[in-house]
């Protein structure tokens, strides 16, 4: 309990085991009294359980010995006390194992789902922007389940039926060891075949499951695009393209059932077999005295305790499988090395001036061409820096590069002189206070989604962020004002409401570096112009990086950087770059012709 009680304070973990049995033993690893107390009493309980048929030929031998009607109690004293004992001690060591079991099932899949997202958070923002949310989400339930499933189909199906197996051939082979050897053959063809259909039948049982979940996913997207179908009036369409996929399941449900009942039909064979063999053998080898009753009726009993015990092997194995396949898929997907690390014994950054500094960079996404090549730009502690250019031209990268989202393949980033790879990716993202070009927001309230600035701040700090950002207003006039819910990703808000949150979280981190992407894009003028104003009184000793589209947006600060094709090609003030009559002053004098234009109209 302690272990996992540390574990949910780790929020860092950087290795973890790439193969499904590794990853399996390291979970065993965190409560391994737990799966040996679990262990011990099943196998407790199988002892007891194998042992009653023996107890049960024990009094059959009394009785049969021309026991008196009236003494026999007295004479079965102890044997029916021994019988009483052990049917009492399987129940208690089979409800003791279930306890022990349902204590550690919930904190298990605490602290894989703890672990595994632990994993996640330090994956690479590439690694997150290839893959869909959604899938990894799924992924992490599905390890969770898997590990679950696993340890419970070990400890409560395949061992003790092992034990099981071996204790009643260990038994047999006291009364005969001829029945000893029918029991132990019996037992290796029939584990083996039903190993063996298992794993025939398990692509059968994943195509099923793959089906089913390809026309599960068409419902959702259906139900998603509602809108869409009614507004193309769609229905019927939608109704056959459904259909397709539903066949496709049932088909495949066809195939996976039969096959499973197949199975079932040789496990039940098995299972006749077995009665009848052993019957008859032991029927055999009574009549030739070379057993006595005693032997005859535990034989005949342990073949139906052993049919009841495996009546369901197949299927356990295929959920075995299913379990072992869902870790492995994981594993496969999820725990893969971390792209970027942070550095043995990297300091935490602290930013004392907020110089920041691009050095020769060389970066490119993938094997494509190059975004930056011998990139370089200074940029002094307290300078306001406009970054403009066409679209594409590289200007979020550069923010992504400085935020160390992707490392650079050749040159340095700097901040305060360190190289961002040799401090803490933690630290150096509290330092830096990012309003992106798309702003995603949790699906919490309005008031968790800013306080997330700054978790230790109070509401009247929230209030002022609130109101320096220009969110008052809207907020207010909310149902449920702070508390109300911004839907998933923030769709409930209008594109510059969700800016303005976005604003008002960064406005309360209140790094020391402030990089805004687009940060006003979607505001009207009006509005943008008022939290510009507010903008400028909290940029007062910061470092800034603002890129915009809007030239209005950058026009005043200390330096404009224009981006073409991730080359800096004009550097200047606002006049200066006006006066070169370059790239810059073309736009401005276009867009204010726009704008003035439109005030026209
Ligand atoms: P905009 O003004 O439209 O936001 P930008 O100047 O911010 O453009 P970037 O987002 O930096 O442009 O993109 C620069 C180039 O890098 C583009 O050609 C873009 O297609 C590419 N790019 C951006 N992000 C990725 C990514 N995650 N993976 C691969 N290529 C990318
Ligand atoms: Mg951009």
Not at 483 to 501: D, F, N, T
Request: charged share 20%; glycine share 6%; net charge neutral.
């Amino acid at each position: 309990m302690s272990s996992s009680f540390s574990l949910f304070r780790t929020w860092n973990v950087q290795h973890l085991p790439s193969t499904p049995a590794a990853f399996v033993r390291h979970f065993i690893g965190h409560f391994k009294g737990w799966y040996l107390a679990i262990l011990l009493l099943q196998i407790a309980a199988v002892v007891c359980s194998i042992l009653i048929p023996w107890g049960l030929g024990q009094i059959t031998r009394t009785v049969s010995n021309g026991l008196e009607a009236d003494r026999a109690f007295e004479v079965l004293r102890w044997p029916l006390t021994l019988f009483a004992v052990l049917l009492v001690c399987e129940v208690l060591f089979t409800r003791a194992a279930a306890g022990c079991h349902i204590h550690v099932l919930p904190l298990q899949r605490r602290t894989v789902t703890h672990v595994v997202f632990a994993y996640l958070q330090q994956h690479s923002h590439r690694f997150i922007s290839n893959e869909f949310a959604g899938a990894l989400a799924h992924r992490v339930s599905e390890v969770t389940l898997g590990v679950n499933q696993t340890l419970s189909i070990l400890l409560f199906d395949l061992i003790p039926l092992l034990v099981t197996l071996s204790l009643a051939t260990a038994l047999l082979w006291t009364a005969s060891p001829l029945l000893a050897l029918f029991m132990a053959g019996w037992s290796v063809v029939f584990i083996a075949i039903c190993y063996l259909l298992a794993r025939r039948s398990h692509p059968l049982a994943q195509q099923y499951s793959a089906a089913r979940s390809t026309s599960t996913g068409k419902v959702v997207d259906a139900v998603s695009n509602l809108a869409n179908i009614r507004l193309f009036a769609r229905h019927a369409f939608e109704h056959s393209y459904l259909g397709t996929f539903l066949d496709k399941e049932v088909t495949a449900a066809y195939r996976s059932l039969g096959y499973m009942e197949r199975i079932r039909w040789f496990q039940t064979s098995c299972g006749v077999v077995l009665k009848l063999g052993l019957l008859l053998l032991a029927l055999y080898l009574w009549r030739s005295h070379r057993i006595d009753i005693a032997a005859f009726v535990m034989s005949t009993s342990l073949s139906l305790l052993i049919i009841s015990d495996v009546g369901n092997l197949s299927r356990r194995f295929l959920e075995f499988f299913e379990a072992t396949g869902n870790i492995a898929n994981g594993v496969r997907s999820l725990i893969r090395p971390h792209e970027v690390i942070d550095q043995p014994g990297a300091k935490a950054l602290q930013v004392k001036r907020g110089d920041i500094e691009f050095r020769d960079v060389g970066f490119s996404y993938g094997a494509g061409r190059p975004i930056f090549e011998h990139l370089n730009i200074v940029i002094p502690a307290g300078q306001k820096v406009g970054l403009v250019g066409a679209s594409g031209s590289g200007k979020s990268t550069l923010l992504s590069v400085l935020l160390r989202l992707y490392d650079v393949q050749q040159g340095q980033v700097l901040v305060d002189g360190k190289d961002v790879r040799d401090v803490t990716q933690h630290s150096l993202h509290q330092q830096i206070g990012l309003i992106p070009q798309e702003p995603g927001l949790f699906h919490r309230s309005i008031r968790e989604n800013i306080h997330y600035g700054r978790l230790d701040a109070s509401m009247d700090e929230v209030a002022e962020a609130i109101h320096r950002a220009g969110a008052r207003e809207f907020i207010d006039s909310m149902e449920h004002g702070y508390e109300s819910l911004v839907g998933e990703r923030g769709v409930k808000l209008s594109g510059g409401q969700r800016q303005r949150i976005a604003i008002a979280r960064v406005l309360l981190k209140n790094a020391p570096i402030l990089v805004m992407d687009e940060a006003t894009s979607s505001l009207d003028s009006i509005t943008e112009r008022f939290i510009q104003d507010k903008l400028d009184e909290i940029m007062e000793d910061k470092t800034v990086l603002v890129v915009a589209h809007r030239l209005s947006t950058v026009a005043h600060l200390d330096r404009i950087l224009v981006f073409d094709n991730g080359r800096v090609v004009e550097d200047g003030s606002h006049e200066q770059l006006l006066r070169q009559g370059g790239h810059y002053a073309r736009l401005w004098s276009r867009q204010f012709s726009d704008a003035l234009d439109e005030a026209v109209l």
